[in-house]
C-alpha cells in the first residue's frame, strides 16, 4: 500500500495550486504487533490508518 501511496501522491490532478497530496513517509520503518498469524495488528491505528489508535498510544 506504501508503493500505492506514493504514486497516487505522483499524479496530476492531486497536486495543484490549492490542493496536494503529500506521502507521509514516517509509515514505511514502522513495525506493528502483529497477530498469532502472522498479520499485522492493525488495532494500533485508529479508522484512518494514519492516527495511532487508544491502544496504539497507550503502548
Known sequence: WQLLDAEIANYPE???QDFAVVMQTFSTSLNFPQL????TDFRYLSA???HMSQ?????
Not at 55 to 59: D, I, M, P, V
Open 55 to 59: 491502544l496504539g498510544n497507550a503502548r
Open 48 to 50: 484512518d490508518c494514519f
Open 14 to 16: 492531486f497536486n495543484t
Open 36 to 39: 498469532p498469524d502472522g498479520m
